[in-house]
């Protein structure tokens, strides 16, 4: 009798603790079936019963937000970006933190450093002078390097323009990683290839890379999720007048809006289903290399 | 590695220099010097006018709201999201007691961890755009349609000066939470179990050993995560753009705005000296909390 009142309190804890749990995950996931739910509904059933099932599945909405709310080319424009942007930030990122890591040379560490210290400057400090570098503007006593991108091309509005701006952005916690990362890789492999006779390019595609394979696969992942996710660079670089070129990111703010002056609110909410469903694919899938690259700045 | 050792190596590294200097740290210095200009963006040179964007912006009413919104984010998004997230990183972790020698979370605690992580996938902007729905005003959104089908008035959580803001940090927190109980239960993980059950034998309830234990022995990564989402409290603006009234300039009257956002406002009106001064506190404010939290959490770090 006495154990069974002792045990009482921490039962009660115990559920509490369960049922916080399942209130968060609940919180989580309510939401997200919500507006999966609401993208099949017509205007009617989404204002009357919010939280009731759809009558029957209008993929008709779905067709709307697609081809008339663009989100299909939305969805194309981010996908060749963050595409290329990713593949030479990992380019770029993985030969500069090589370089820096295995090669003693004048100026390695104060470049490490020149890199790295770019992780701690928030991207607000650079953003507007960005947009005039981009478009060739150039104003005393900065001239200098305004010619070098050309001020006739105008990379403002461009995906080239919006790919070389994330490469650069990456850069500095690309670099960071992978620095750490080829440190601790072993040198007698290197020394064998080299007697071997290969030399320092055949040495890092043939066998430095492939070593750094699965410090490249969470940078990488991280790149991805991250340049796919922003919303802020495309602002100031793919301004407003380029809505043919915006990312996804910004598509489906600028339907928000929209949606509002035409109250196609199931075009909304099927825009917004087409937006998140392939990330919760994605992640479903991968859930462990997707956790792993996120957290592989902060997991030391 | 002796010959053609420096031709290798500075082809390596002429494009990412070169990317970085003219994209990240040319535009940075830009910006420093408009700061202290006049200048509309158009043909016309800037004009040097000293520290008048500063003194400008010390007057200006909006930049003091942006910056008690930045200080009740810096009090909030760390304190609610560390608190939510040490709590359910200990239920996953260490909640189930031990088997074999080894701690275990509470009944479920795969799936949660799963769960809890998946809004970091989703694009911030989207989660905003999507919380825009959820919060709307009529009975379309989730949290009104609900209310008023149970007969009790609807909110107006983003209308209302004083809920605004922290309707939206609610959506920070929503998407931030995951993380943070990923990262803690790493940091959990290599706490090495012997510990709890010598604590255990000692008579420790499981709150106890949150506190004597779990806590003292994360602390290191607790002053990672407080300073990351410090950050974040300085980098708010995806959030505010599509969620704040006034058509995201930090509505309603400014209620809700931040420094980010009044940037990009000064940006879209061709106020680039205004846009560029903010540029600049927000880079020395970003700085100083850097310094000041890796400076003040800097206590005895227990060894095990």
Same mark, same amino acid.
């Given at each position: 009798m006495?154990?069974?009142?002792?045990r009482?309190p921490?039962? &009660?804890l115990s559920?509490?603790?369960?049922?916080?749990?399942?209130?968060?995950?609940?919180?989580?996931?309510?939401?997200?079936?919500w507006?999966?739910?609401?993208?099949?509904?017509?205007t009617?059933?989404?204002?009357s019963?919010?939280w009731?099932?759809p009558?029957?599945?209008?993929?008709?909405?779905?067709?709307r937000?697609?081809?008339?709310?663009?989100?299909?080319?939305?969805?194309?424009?981010?996908?060749?970006v963050?595409a290329?942007?990713?593949?030479?930030? @990992?380019?770029?990122?993985? @030969?500069?933190?090589y370089v820096?890591?295995?090669?003693?040379?004048?100026?390695?560490?104060?470049l490490?450093?020149? &890199?790295?210290?770019?992780?701690?400057?928030?991207?607000?400090?650079?953003?507007?002078?960005?947009f005039f570098?981009?478009?060739?503007?150039?104003?005393?006593?900065?001239?200098?390097?305004?010619?070098?991108l050309?001020?006739?091309s105008?990379?403002?509005?461009?995906?080239?323009?919006?790919i070389?701006?994330?490469?650069?952005?990456?850069?500095?916690?690309?670099?960071?990683?992978?620095?750490a990362?080829?440190?601790t890789?072993?040198?007698s492999?290197?020394?064998?290839? @080299?007697?071997d006779?290969?030399g320092h390019?055949?040495l890092?595609?043939?066998?430095?890379?492939?070593?750094?394979?699965?410090?490249?696969?969470?940078?990488g /992942?991280?790149?991805? /999720?991250g340049?796919?996710?922003?919303?802020?660079?495309?602002?100031?670089?793919?301004?407003g007048?380029?809505?043919?070129?915006?990312m996804?990111t910004q598509?489906i703010?600028?339907?928000?809006?929209?949606?509002g &002056?035409?109250?196609?609110?199931p075009?909304l909410?099927?825009?917004?289903?087409?937006?998140?469903?392939?990330m919760? /694919?994605?992640y479903?899938?991968?859930?462990?290399?997707?956790?792993?690259?996120?957290?592989?700045?902060?997991?030391? | 590695?002796?010959?053609?050792?420096?031709?290798?190596?500075?082809?390596?590294?002429a494009?990412?220099?070169?990317?970085y200097?003219?994209?990240?740290?040319?535009p940075?210095?830009?910006?420093?010097?408009?700061?202290?200009?006049?200048?509309?963006g158009?043909?016309?040179?800037?004009?040097?006018?000293?520290?008048?964007?500063?003194?400008?912006l010390?007057?200006?009413?909006?930049?003091?709201?942006?910056? +008690?919104?930045?200080a009740?984010?810096?009090?909030?998004?760390?304190?609610?999201?560390?608190?939510?997230a040490?709590?359910?990183?200990?239920?996953?972790?260490?909640?189930?007691?031990?088997?074999?020698?080894?701690?275990?979370?509470?009944?479920?605690?795969?799936?949660?961890?799963?769960v809890?992580?998946?809004p970091?996938?989703?694009?911030v902007?989207?989660?905003?755009?999507?919380?825009?729905?959820?919060?709307?005003?009529?009975?379309? +959104?989730?949290i009104?349609?609900?209310? $008023?089908?149970? +007969?009790?008035?609807?909110v107006? =959580?983003?209308?209302?000066?004083?809920t605004?803001?922290w309707?939206? =940090?609610?959506?920070?927190?929503?998407?931030?939470v995951?993380?943070?109980?990923?990262?803690?239960?790493?940091?959990?993980?290599?706490?090495p *179990?012997e510990?709890?059950?010598a604590?255990?034998l000692?008579?420790?309830s499981?709150? $106890?050993?949150?506190?004597?234990?779990?806590?003292?022995?994360l602390?290191? $990564?607790?002053?990672?995560?407080?300073?990351?989402?410090?950050?974040?409290?300085?980098?708010?603006f995806?959030?505010?753009n599509?969620?704040?009234?006034?058509?995201g300039?930090? +509505?309603?009257?400014g209620?809700?705005?931040?420094l980010?956002?009044?940037?990009?406002?000064?940006?879209?009106?061709s106020?680039?000296?205004?846009?560029s001064?903010?540029g600049?506190?927000?880079?020395?404010?970003?700085?100083?909390?850097?310094?000041? $939290?890796?400076r *003040?959490?800097?206590?005895?770090t227990?060894?095990?």
């Amino acid at each position: 009798m006495t154990t069974k009142t002792q045990r009482n309190p921490l039962r &009660f804890l115990s559920g509490l603790s369960h049922a916080a749990l399942a209130i968060w995950a609940l919180v989580i996931i309510g939401p997200l079936i919500w507006v999966f739910l609401s993208s099949f509904k017509d205007t009617t059933e989404i204002f009357s019963s919010a939280w009731t099932l759809p009558a029957e599945l209008r993929w008709d909405n779905w067709a709307r937000a697609w081809s008339q709310a663009h989100i299909g080319q939305f969805m194309f424009n981010s996908t060749i970006v963050v595409a290329f942007s990713t593949f030479f930030t @990992m380019l770029l990122g993985s @030969m500069a933190a090589y370089v820096l890591a295995r090669y003693k040379f004048i100026g390695s560490r104060f470049l490490y450093f020149f &890199f790295v210290t770019g992780l701690a400057f928030p991207i607000f400090l650079s953003l507007v002078p960005l947009f005039f570098v981009l478009s060739g503007k150039t104003f005393p006593p900065f001239e200098v390097l305004g010619d070098l991108l050309g001020s006739k091309s105008g990379l403002v509005g461009t995906h080239t323009g919006l790919i070389m701006t994330y490469v650069a952005y990456s850069l500095p916690f690309t670099i960071f990683f992978l620095v750490a990362f080829f440190r601790t890789l072993p040198h007698s492999v290197a020394e064998a290839a @080299m007697i071997d006779g290969a030399g320092h390019y055949k040495l890092f595609f043939k066998v430095m890379l492939p070593m750094a394979k699965p410090g490249l696969i969470s940078v990488g /992942i991280f790149n991805v /999720i991250g340049q796919w996710a922003q919303y802020m660079i495309p602002l100031y670089v793919v301004p407003g007048g380029n809505e043919d070129k915006f990312m996804l990111t910004q598509g489906i703010a600028s339907i928000s809006v929209a949606a509002g &002056f035409k109250s196609d609110w199931p075009a909304l909410f099927a825009a917004i289903t087409i937006a998140i469903l392939p990330m919760i /694919i994605l992640y479903t899938l991968l859930q462990r290399q997707i956790q792993n690259g996120l957290t592989a700045g902060a997991v030391k | 590695m002796r010959h053609g050792k420096l031709p290798f190596v500075a082809s390596f590294l002429a494009l990412p220099i070169a990317l970085y200097v003219i994209l990240v740290i040319y535009p940075m210095l830009q910006t420093f010097y408009l700061s202290l200009t006049f200048w509309r963006g158009f043909d016309v040179d800037p004009v040097w006018v000293g520290f008048d964007n500063f003194t400008k912006l010390f007057d200006d009413e909006r930049f003091w709201k942006a910056l +008690g919104n930045h200080a009740k984010l810096l009090v909030a998004l760390p304190l609610i999201t560390i608190a939510i997230a040490l709590f359910f990183a200990f239920l996953l972790n260490v909640g189930g007691g031990s088997k074999g020698g080894v701690r275990t979370g509470v009944w479920g605690s795969k799936f949660y961890r799963v769960v809890f992580f998946l809004p970091q996938v989703l694009a911030v902007v989207i989660v905003g755009v999507l919380f825009q729905t959820v919060y709307r005003s009529d009975d379309s +959104g989730l949290i009104n349609g609900i209310l $008023t089908k149970i +007969g009790l008035d609807p909110v107006y =959580l983003l209308v209302n000066p004083s809920t605004a803001l922290w309707a939206i =940090l609610f959506v920070a927190i929503w998407q931030a939470v995951g993380f943070y109980v990923v990262l803690f239960s790493a940091g959990m993980a290599s706490i090495p *179990a012997e510990i709890y059950e010598a604590a255990e034998l000692d008579g420790a309830s499981r709150v $106890t050993l949150f506190f004597r234990v779990t806590l003292p022995l994360l602390w290191d $990564t607790i002053q990672v995560a407080w300073v990351y989402l410090g950050i974040a409290a300085f980098d708010f603006f995806a959030l505010i753009n599509v969620l704040s009234q006034d058509n995201g300039y930090g +509505g309603p009257d400014g209620a809700t705005t931040v420094l980010g956002v009044e940037l990009y406002n000064s940006f879209t009106k061709s106020n680039i000296g205004r846009a560029s001064a903010i540029g600049v506190v927000l880079f020395f404010l970003t700085l100083t909390f850097a310094f000041l $939290t890796l400076r *003040a959490s800097r206590r005895e770090t227990v060894e095990y």
